[in-house]
């Protein structure tokens, strides 16, 4: 009875093992879910359900000459800017122009009273009463010398004291000038006047200050702003676009409307190594509307024209500070592409500089386009 529970016992474990030895696993059930992919929308790309209702322009073809526009600032004329200097040292008493004034050559700008002024006229005048004595004794001795009562000998003494004399009247009379004196109005006030005229550009004297004379800065500087220089920055890439002797357009940030034509009379040999551009002077003349130190645009054009696609102004959409138009894709849909803009063209065209080509179609309208859109 033992025997036949042990064989028993032994046999459910032979068939419990071969059922589980028989069992197959699922490779399907135990691999991880297949991964899903979504295609983000081309958001250039435009459906719509009447393609009819946007007509369409062609890109037509635009020969034109090659523009660099770069940013400048009006500058005188180094060559017509004249200091007004003065010699004498002193203080000012009396200021009669200002900063910004337009002067004539010979005006009185201001007066300085100095003691150099009233050294140089005792100077003068004791040279003044020499001279007289050493003419008169002069004249004296010639008499003594007909007569027989001096050598030539004495007589040369004294014409050469006499001329030494003359010499000494020349020389402080001369200084007399050079400091701003007048001989016929002797006074220790200095008038300093205007050499030429012009417009004051810089002033450092005030009412009451000193002047120190060459040692000090210049009291007002006077810049003749009839031709004036625009000084541009332009990159190192661009300057094989720029050349001495070629003109360039200037629109002043102030007068837009308004185009003036200067010539470049020179390109710096010295390139900027921080900002990596070279100073470019062009010379225009003023009509009165240009002041130191006004922004302006100036605009360079190229010798070799170059073809490029010209569209409708309305078919340009200005988005996000770039340019983009609507070309036809096919099955009633439409790619907006970005272009870069060029000049602004007669009967309201547009230059594309790149982009498009010429010949192809665009949407005529981009604004209603992209109303159409944003619905």
Wanted: overall charge neutral; proline content about 6%; glycine content about 6%.
């Amino acid at each position: 009875m033992k025997y036949a529970r042990h064989k028993f016992f032994f046999s459910m474990l032979a068939l419990g093992l071969l059922g589980c030895g028989s069992k197959k696993a699922d490779p399907k059930a135990e691999a991880p879910p297949p991964t899903k992919i979504e295609r983000e929308q081309d958001v250039n790309l435009i459906q719509v359900d009447h393609p009819e209702h946007f007509p369409l322009a062609t890109a037509v073809e635009h020969a034109s000459a090659p523009q660099l526009v770069v940013t400048g600032v009006v500058s005188p004329d180094v060559s017509r800017t004249v200091p007004v200097i003065s010699i004498a040292t002193g203080r000012v008493v009396e200021i009669k122009a200002r900063l910004g004034d337009t002067v004539k050559k010979g005006q009185l700008l201001l007066r300085v009273q100095s003691a150099d002024m009233s050294a140089a006229f005792s100077d003068y005048r004791k040279a003044r009463a020499d001279e007289q004595l050493a003419h008169t004794q002069l004249e004296r001795a010639k008499l003594l010398y007909d007569k027989g009562a001096i050598s030539l000998n004495d007589l040369q003494v004294t014409e050469d004291m006499e001329a030494k004399a003359r010499v000494d009247v020349e020389n402080t009379s001369e200084k007399l000038r050079v400091l701003g004196g007048s001989l016929d109005h002797p006074a220790a006030v200095v008038d300093i006047r205007a050499p030429v005229s012009g417009v004051i550009t810089d002033q450092q004297v005030t009412n009451a200050s000193g002047v120190a004379g060459l040692n000090s800065p210049n009291p007002f500087t006077i810049s003749d702003l009839s031709n004036v220089w625009i000084l541009c920055d332009v990159y190192e890439n661009d300057l094989s676009r720029v050349h001495v002797g070629e003109s360039a357009d200037i629109r002043l940030n102030a007068y837009p409307d308004k185009v003036f034509t200067g010539r470049i009379n020179n390109v710096s040999p010295v390139l900027d190594p921080a900002l990596r551009t070279s100073k470019v002077r062009i010379e225009v003349r003023n009509p009165g509307l240009m002041r130191v130190g006004m922004f302006v645009s100036a605009t360079f054009h190229g010798q070799k024209k170059e073809s490029h696609a010209a569209v409708p102004a309305s078919a340009i959409l200005h988005l996000h500070d770039r340019d983009w138009v609507y070309v036809p894709a096919g099955d009633k849909q439409f790619r907006r592409v970005e272009v870069t803009s060029g000049v602004n063209l007669p009967d309201k065209m547009q230059e594309i500089l790149s982009g498009i080509q010429p010949g192809q179609q665009v949407v005529a309208n981009a604004l209603v386009m992209q109303s159409t859109v944003e619905q």
